[in-house]
């Protein structure tokens, strides 16, 4: 009797469980009832276990029913039987069905049924049941079983295709499930766990995600099978969890049991095709119909599905398809019409109908009209079920693109050519470039339709791709999976002889036409039988029986088998030599006992733990564990490569072997290379059994019992505070010499890449404990951190606030784990941080402008302006991810600080923290570019971070990617996503790589991708973009030139770096309308041609516009090519806006500054304020800017965002103004929005001002030294000494004419009666002209609230009149040459000149209550210097003001 599962029970039977029915098998009885019900429930792995076992692989087989477990009888039971357990429990393959006591007594009921399997049954369910012929089974007669995979890390599964023998990689660790990067993946990866799974033979290992991406945790990376282990976890991998790679990676596997065909239970009978006719199920091993109560195009789309025909059609009217069997299994079927399958839908149970004869359901499914699909084919391949994939096209044939292409899309092809299931999706025209159209590209098919062109696509033609990208398929009616059968015959051994495969039954060879050591190579890797020695022909092994099924290979040698090469089979004619291949390989002697072939350790966790077995005479055997110690573990870790020895059990510790005993007694010193030269008894002489086989516990597994170093106080478990384990203690390392060849030690033996930094002085937190280590020093060579130099442990002179840290590269973050939400834009938000596949916000507890500064760095928006706290961007959702973070302010990712230990905080969202960078004001397009392609829509893709650009590696490169690059730069969709730097090599860092968006991201940088500037690519491998939007491609900058003012005038553009005209040809109000759009100068008022605003110079640089009115920009406007017309400089179009005769300005502040005359530029456009770039700002654009607030004439024009950072959108660049123009409108203004700046250029602006700052000094020894005082509302007052320092003495020295400041004197007091004071907390920058310039924190009349006055000492000002004294010194020598008549002249003379240089110094008349006397301040005169040329620009302005 089959034993199906049982259907969903009836909406109209009650209680609720499955009730199955075994119609027709009445007769059989209670038992036979009650073996259809152990069926029914048995028809899914969670009601089986095994019990009582060690591990869940192993123990007493039970099964359930109505809630209550039952044991199995052993009547009949054996290894077939146990086999199908195991596989059904994911527990790999059965080792054996023991019988006696084994796992106890099971406590409950019996079941009264025996099971007979094959033993190639997907579940139990699928055996035979039949009642025991001796009565009943008592306790003690439970069935048994031992599977392979017992320990956790042994189970392994393959998913996401439909067949448990073909996926995607999992593997079970640490109670989650996870994948496998496919990294170094082969096929003797795929080997290991297709003889895990028991499904045969290895076929194909595809990696980049061809079975879909999975999510969770990596947990494997860089495996490296030998091909011989029993599990996966066996193998040579990189520490669970740490890898370098994302879901688009993962590995894959098919194995030759999925190509198996599955026992139809479903077809659709006496129609025409295959997808159309009367619905039929199989069950209890008889063919029904099923009923037509109820059925509806939600039954029939489940049908259609599950048949891989496409869609259900509408019910044909009148169609007939025949009378029908006699038995009805199935009525009342109610799907939802997402179920998987037929049996999955609520139907009542089996047999149960009311359906009168000839009432049967009916299909007919897309899959049906074939005339409808478009023909496919598989071509240059090995058959016609092999091959690159060609469709049927508008009357041609033409390639499939493989962007995108994965089994699910191979597996519609080989379904539509009836070439069974698929082995391969080889993608990069692995069977050779086609020719003519590219028809598809993106396909995307789900795997149940009935045809390629049935699959989601772009449409036909529309592509990015080149012929190298064709895509192929080969399915297994191919008949390449034979390949997968070779033997080696008539050699001396397993490992040499003629090369044989097994097809249609029988051994034939392969033809020696071209064969040769690639050949042979691959087939020696392909049996594990090392490299090839020689490639031998049929003079060697003979020709046996003279078949030849393989007419010609064709290998590069750097295949993992056969099947991958090129082949011409079966049976062929056209072997010339008639000749039989052979090989011979290195293995096929005895492997060398001091390689680490001739060695390894099996049944554990890791490769570098387990039983211990050696390879002579062809055959692994065991080593016994007399004398067994430490010091022989230390040689086999060291042969292998495993690190230390952590321990050396014996006593089977990883389970018996089998086969021989090879050596006993093995007495090693410890210090020998390999076990070979340790003393041992003769081989296979000891006196033991395989319960005394000897196992060795090695560093390198990372099981050892205790870790011996980790990191701490980190984000992750590469970056923190460095401990070690010493003396059953742990304890920190003291950070004297502590440097990066140290941490890169740590870091690779964490398996955690490369050292990013060493941070000292307790970066992640004291520690507590002993402090093991100090005065470090390895030479970053060292492979363990424990062989570098060191002072004796726990010695030292260090206290924990001196604890080493480190910061490795697996611990870094990508900017796709951070984000700035709910803020004006990407650049300033709400901190949320992605952590376990959720994301949560960090509490602002600790948090400022150190934290803020590494959100910005991370995500490439520069410096951080803000750090706000109390959900400032308003409350987050979910968990609070980080509390309490303290970062330097130096880490290049937020995971690189310290903090709390994830999702720990005392916080709620009302403590959110936010950042706000400088970047903020800026668009996104900031942070990508397109360059070295024909315009700015294409080209190579270049990335902003660290203040650098940097190109994007083409690692996992496609269309998504490229369609995020688009829109950030608003370029349209992605056209193309070309790779190996088709747009020429960056010369920059590559700052991404293995970039993988959705492509719903706002900005490259929110995709997920290595960190930053980690990547193993050259600059061969830079991805570029080709977006669609060509008419946006190029901003053109225009002007209106020789008119009025700004918005009438003749059109010139820029092109080419050069300004240029546009001919009048059919130049009208349409073109004129974008002109005065792109400029904001209202609608267009007059189109003009002829040259109405005089002739221009230079190129012509556009004729022929054809604009719409609607575009933004001239450049979207048809056109000739740019410099190409055939008109002269009389044709030059014009424009009139309607703005041209409108008084209205453009509105003009000045922010930031001390008061409304000094600031930061803005001006107002489309009702929001923005900033100027200061390219070419100069002193004639800040008169015109002084002139139009009314603050007299310019003083200065700092720049680089003297007065900070705008957060506003920057509206202009490059601004000329003549200085004659009275409003800011009459300047020559570029493009609005249109710039090549950021905020770190802001331009600002210092003007006189109605009331200017005039500076004195008082009570000094001189005009140049004394208390400072400014003149406000006609009154003299003193400058508070808050904050004053030899700064801002600098300035007022300058703009007393007086030489460098000397001192900053404070001290002196302020008036008496007066006590008030300007300009408290005066902060200058020392290069201002004007004390005007300078930041102040009060800038009214007020309290001094230190209380006393600021004074300066400067050197005697340049080009002061020469001493008298010194003069009358002259005099009185010419005096006693001349007489005295002359010398009464000379000194009416020198008086003259002493009272004019008293009246070029005047003095205040009143005097102050107090004497200005600083303490230690020496007034130094300088020697005389000729004067310096005046500031001439200045100078000319000032003339100008002054001119009626």
């Not at 997808?275 to 063919?287: D, F, I, N, S, T």
């Not at 079966?570 to 492997?591: F, I, N, P």
């Not at 003259?1392 to 130094?1420: C, K």
Request: with cysteine; glycine share 14%.
């Amino acid at each position: 009797m089959g034993m199906l599962g049982c259907l969903h029970p009836s909406p109209s039977r009650l209680g609720g469980r499955n009730q199955p029915s075994c119609g027709g098998a009445k007769s059989a009885g209670t038992l036979l009832l009650m073996a259809c019900l152990w069926a029914s429930e048995m028809s899914v792995a969670t009601k089986l276990r095994l019990a009582n076992g060690s591990t869940h692989c192993e123990g007493r087989v039970e099964v359930t029913h109505n809630g209550t477990w039952a044991a199995l009888c052993d009547e009949g039971w054996g290894l077939a039987e146990a086999r199908v357990v195991c596989r059904q429990l994911g527990c790999g393959r059965a080792l054996s069905a023991p019988g006696g006591f084994h796992f106890g007594q099971g406590p409950g009921q019996m079941w009264p049924d025996s099971v007979s399997c094959v033993g190639t049954e997907t579940a139990l369910s699928a055996c035979k049941a039949k009642p025991r012929g001796n009565g009943t089974c008592h306790h003690g007669r439970e069935a048994r079983v031992v599977c392979a995979g017992n320990s956790e890390g042994d189970q392994v599964r393959l998913v996401n295709y439909g067949s448990r023998c073909a996926g995607r990689v999992e593997v079970f660790h640490n109670k989650k499930w996870g994948t496998v990067c496919d990294d170094n993946w082969d096929l003797l990866d795929a080997e290991v766990v297709c003889r895990q799974l028991d499904c045969g033979r290895a076929l194909s290992a595809p990696g980049g995600g061809q079975f879909g991406r999975g999510d969770g945790i990596i947990w494997m990376d860089e495996t490296n099978c030998t091909g011989m282990e029993s599990t996966l976890s066996a193998c040579r991998a990189r520490p669970w969890g740490i890898n370098n790679c994302y879901h688009g990676e993962d590995a894959g596997v098919v194995c030759s049991d999925s190509i198996i065909p599955e026992p139809a239970h479903l077809q659709l009978a006496n129609g025409s095709h295959r997808c159309a006719g009367r619905v039929e199920v199989l069950h209890q091993e008889e063919w029904g119909a099923v009923c037509d109560h109820g059925w509806d195009k939600q039954d029939a789309e489940v049908v259609c599905r599950q048949l891989g025909c496409g869609t259900a059609l509408p019910a044909l009217e009148g169609a007939d398809f025949g009378t029908g069997p006699r038995r009805i299994w199935l009525d009342n079927m109610n799907c939802q019409g997402t179920e998987p399958a037929l049996t999955k839908c609520r139907a009542s149970p089996w047999g149960e109908s009311s359906c009168s004869h000839g009432k049967h359901a009916s299909v007919v499914c897309s899959g049906s009209a074939v005339s409808t699909f478009a023909p496919v084919r598989l071509v240059d391949g090995p058959g016609r079920c092999a091959g690159r994939v060609e469709v049927f096209h508008n009357e041609k044939w033409g390639t499939v693109c493989d962007d995108s292409w994965d089994f699910m899309d191979a597996k519609v092809v080989c379904r539509q050519l009836d070439c069974g299931t698929v082995v391969m999706a080889p993608r990069r025209a692995h069977f050779g470039q086609g020719q003519g159209p590219i028809w598809l590209d993106d396909v995307r098919c789900m795997g149940t339709e009935a045809a390629l062109s049935e699959c989601r696509a772009k449409g036909w033609g529309v592509h990015g791709c080149e012929h190298g990208e064709d895509a192929g398929v080969v399915c297994s009616g191919s008949g390449i999976s034979d390949l997968g059968s070779l033997r080696l015959v008539n050699g001396s051994d397993l490992c040499s002889g003629k090369v044989e495969v097994f097809h249609d039954q029988r051994w034939g060879g392969i033809c020696t036409d071209g064969w040769d050591l690639a050949e042979a190579h691959v087939v020696c890797r392909q049996l594990g039988c090392g490299a090839a020695h020689s490639a031998a022909g049929s003079a060697w092994f003979g020709t046996g029986d003279g078949l030849i099924w393989v007419d010609a290979v064709e290998c590069t040698g750097t295949e993992g088998a056969l099947f991958e090469c090129k082949v011409k089979f079966w049976g062929a004619e056209s072997c010339k030599s008639r000749g039989h291949a052979g090989v011979s390989c290195s293995a096929s002697a005895d492997l060398d006992p001091g390689s680490s072939e001739a060695l390894r350790l099996v049944s554990g966790p890791h490769r570098c733990a387990g039983r211990v077995e050696v390879f002579h005479n062809q055959q692994w055997g065991t080593i016994c564990d007399d004398s067994w110690d430490l010091n022989d573990a230390a040689v086999v870790c060291r042969q292998l490569g495993c690190g230390t020895a952590m321990s050396a059990p014996g006593l089977s510790g990883f389970g018996q072997g089998s086969g021989p005993i090879w050596l006993d007694g093995v007495s090693c010193l410890g210090t020998e290379a390999t076990l070979a030269e340790c003393p041992v008894k003769p081989w296979g002489h000891h006196t033991c059994n395989h319960v005394e086989d000897a196992s060795v516990v090695c560093s390198g597994s990372g099981i050892a019992s205790i870790p011996r170093l980790r990191l701490v106080g980190g984000l992750s478990e590469c970056a923190g505070r460095v401990e070690v384990f010493y003396n059953n203690k742990w304890g920190t390392v003291c950070d004297d010499s502590w440097d990066l060849r140290d941490a890169a030690v740590v870091c690779r033996q964490l398996g955690c890449g490369v050292a990013l930094s060493a941070p000292s002085s307790a970066r992640f937190g004291w520690g507590a404990g002993p402090i093991w280590l100090d005065d470090v020093s390895c030479t970053g060579e060292e492979t363990d951190f424990s062989k570098c130099q060191a002072k004796m442990w726990g010695i030292h002179n260090c206290h924990h606030g001196e604890d080493a840290g480190v910061v490795c590269a697996a611990g870094n973050s990508s900017s796709a784990d951070l984000q700035l939400v709910d803020g004006p834009h990407r650049c300033a938000g709400r901190v949320e941080v992605l952590h376990a596949g959720q994301w949560g916000t960090v509490c602002d507890d600790g948090w400022d402008l150190n934290d803020a500064a590494v959100v910005c760095r991370q995500l490439g928006c520069g410096r951080a302006e803000a750090a706000p706290g109390r959900a400032r961007f308003g409350r987050g959702m979910g968990r609070i991810w980080l509390d309490d973070v303290a970062c330097a302010g130096s880490e290049d990712a937020l995971a690189q600080c310290r903090a709390h230990p994830w999702g720990q905080s005392n916080c709620n969202h009302g403590e959110d923290a936010s950042v706000v960078c400088s970047d903020a004001g800026a668009t996104n397009t900031s942070t990508v570019r397109l360059v070295d392609g024909p315009h700015r829509c294409a080209g190579r893709v270049e990335v902003f971070h660290n203040q650098q650009w940097g190109t994007v590696c083409d690692n996992g490169w496609d269309l998504s990617d490229a369609a995020v690059v688009c829109w950030q730069l608003g370029c349209g969709v992605a056209v193309a996503a070309p790779a190996g730097a088709s747009f020429g090599r960056g010369l920059d860092p590559i700052w991404l790589d293995r970039v993988a968006c959705v492509g719903g991201e706002k900005a490259l940088v929110q995709c997920r991708a290595r960190p930053w500037g980690i990547n193993s690519c050259t600059h061969e491998e830079d991805a570029g973009v080709v977006c669609s939007d060509l008419a946006r491609a190029e901003v053109a900058e225009v002007r209106l030139a020789e008119g009025p003012n700004r918005c009438a005038g003749r059109v010139e553009v820029l092109h080419a770096g050069q300004w240029g005209t546009v001919c009048d040809d059919s130049w009208d109000l349409n073109d004129a309308a974008v002109v005065c759009r792109q400029l904001g100068c209202g609608r267009a008022e007059a189109a003009h041609g002829r040259a109405y605003f005089g002739q221009g110079t230079g190129h012509i640089w556009l004729d022929d516009m054809s604009c719409t009115g609607s575009e933004d920009n001239l450049a979207q406007c048809q056109a000739h090519p740019w410099g190409q017309s055939n008109c002269h400089h009389g044709e030059d179009a014009g424009v009139v806006c309607s703005d041209a005769n409108v008084t209205k300005e453009v509105q003009v502040r000045l922010a930031n500054g001390p008061n409304r005359c000094a600031g930061r530029v803005e001006v107002l456009h489309e009702q929001r304020w923005g900033t100027i770039c200061d390219d070419s700002w100069d002193l004639k654009d800040a008169k015109v800017v002084c002139q139009q607030l009314g603050c007299g004439t310019a003083v200065s024009v700092p720049d680089q965002a003297h007065f900070g950072h705008g957060l506003d959108p920057i509206w202009l660049d490059d601004v000329e103004c003549t200085g004659m123009e009275t409003t800011f409108s009459q300047c020559s203004l570029s493009s609005w929005g249109l710039h090549n700046c950021n905020h770190n250029e802001d331009a600002g602006v210092v003007c006189s001002g109605t009331d200017p700052l005039q500076v004195r000094v008082q009570d000094g020894p001189g005009p140049c030294a004394g208390r400072v005082e400014v003149l406000y509302n006609a009154t003299w007052h003193g400058v508070c000494g808050s904050r004053w320092s030899l700064l801002e003495a600098g300035v007022v020295c300058r703009q007393l004419g007086c030489g460098p400041a000397q001192s900053a004197p404070v001290g002196a007091q302020l008036r008496q009666g007066d006590g008030h004071a300007l300009l408290e907390g005066l902060s200058c920058r020392g290069t201002e002209s004007l004390l005007l310039e300078c930041q102040q924190r009060e800038t009214g009349l007020g309290p001094c609230t230190q209380g006393s006055a600021a004074g300066v000492v400067c050197t005697k000002p340049k080009g002061a009149t020469t001493s008298c004294s010194v003069l009358i010194a002259l005099l009185v020598l010419v005096m006693l040459l001349s007489g005295v008549l002359l010398w009464l002249n000379l000194k009416r003379r020198c008086m003259a000149a002493a009272q004019a240089g008293a009246r070029q110094h005047p003095g205040d008349q009143n005097t102050s209550a107090t004497s200005f006397r600083p303490v230690g301040a020496i007034y130094l005169p300088t020697k005389p210097e000729s004067p310096e040329d005046a500031d001439t620009e200045m100078t000319q302005l000032m003339k100008e003001d002054a001119a009626p």
